[in-house]
């Protein structure tokens, strides 16, 4: 049960209980409170001794800076709006683009198969990724096979090129292949293509290879 500072029961008394939630919401002074005080100063002042004319001056200029600063204070949310949809346009223009992930490894658990996706910018005659280890040793190669320019999702079974299970740890990928004018070209796990943009509550997720990944987790866009 609460009770007021004067023992009334606030649950009890509507009225109580509304001038107090009205007391506690009023955590600062609008503009509006600011003309209402000195209008009463006005109405209520001593007629013998009325306030003096520097006075209401200064009390009209720190209303004008009330004012000023609650106009400030409008604009600079209009422009943060317009900020935000500013950046979401330059975000769908990224559509079409490279987007670099800063990452070309992939962890694995020893005795599980590990997939990952590769993408191709041209067609591919014949290729191979390999799948080295942190000292640049190659563990396991898989052939890439003939396809279309695209994302491809590769899996790994987990063996080495012995056939033995290669231990847990982190892997990097990296492929190597001909395109069908002969060309020898490199790609590498973590770059993929922008297809489309989508906004979940404000935050940009872009559709690389074959998942949406946050913007923020894009090291670079090309």
């Known amino acids: 049960m609460a009770i ?17 939630n009205t007391v506690a919401n009023k955590t600062s002074l609008s503009k509006d409170d600011f003309m209402k005080l000195l209008l009463v100063q006005l109405q209520h002042q001593d007629p013998t001794k009325p306030t003096d004319t520097e006075k209401i001056l200064t009390q009209t200029s720190q209303l004008a800076s009330l004012e ?46 590990t997939t990952f996706e590769v993408y191709f910018p041209k067609d591919v005659k014949q290729g191979s990724v390999e799948i080295t280890d942190g000292n640049g040793q190659t563990i396991k190669t898989l052939n890439v096979g003939t396809h279309k320019a695209g994302t491809y999702k590769f899996t790994w079974n987990g063996t080495n090129n012995g056939g033995t299970q290669a231990a847990s740890a982190v892997y990097h990928v990296n492929a190597t292949y001909t395109d069908s004018k002969g ?3 490199k790609t590498k796990l ?26 923020k987790n894009i090291k670079e866009i090309y």
Do not use: C, W
């Open 4 to 20: 007021n500072a004067y023992g009334q029961n606030i649950a009890t008394n509507g009225a109580i209980a509304k001038t107090s």
């Open 183 to 185: 060309d020898k070209l």
């Open 190 to 215: 973590g770059a993929y293509p922008i297809e489309a943009v989508r906004f979940d509550k404000g935050n940009a997720l872009l559709k690389v290879g074959l998942n949406y990944v946050p913007l």
């Open 68 to 113: 000023s600063a609650n106009n400030t204070s409008a604009v600079l949310k209009k422009l943060a709006a317009s900020m935000g949809n500013s950046q979401e346009f330059s975000t769908i223009s990224a559509i079409g683009k490279t987007a670099d992930l800063g990452s070309d490894a992939i962890s694995h658990d020893k005795g599980k198969a």
